[in-house]
């Protein structure tokens, strides 16, 4: 079995959070990305406006 590149995996879920439309949706993988936190402490940043999580340079240019 090959491992799984966790870096990846989050930048994965990041996006995917910045792009799901659905509330409940972004609830979920809000929820994943913070399973992956507890497990690997990385970078994500959280806009202090509206809550968004993603990579820190794409919560910067966000529109909220």
């Keep these: 079995m090959s491992e799984?590149?966790?870096?990846v995996v989050e930048t994965q879920l990041a996006q995917a959070y910045t792009r799901a439309l659905q509330p409940a949706a972004r609830e979920?993988?809000?929820?994943?990305?913070?399973?992956?936190?507890a497990e690997?402490?990385?970078?994500l940043?959280?806009?202090p406006?509206?809550?968004r999580v993603g990579l820190p340079?794409?919560?910067?240019?966000?529109?909220?």
């Design 4 to 7: 799984v590149d966790l870096d």
């Design 40 to 43: 690997v402490p990385k970078g």
């Design 45 to 47: 940043a959280e806009c």
């Design 57 to 64: 340079e794409r919560v910067r240019e966000h529109d909220c």
């Design 49 to 51: 406006s509206c809550g």
């Design 28 to 37: 979920h993988i809000h929820a994943a990305l913070l399973e992956l936190d």
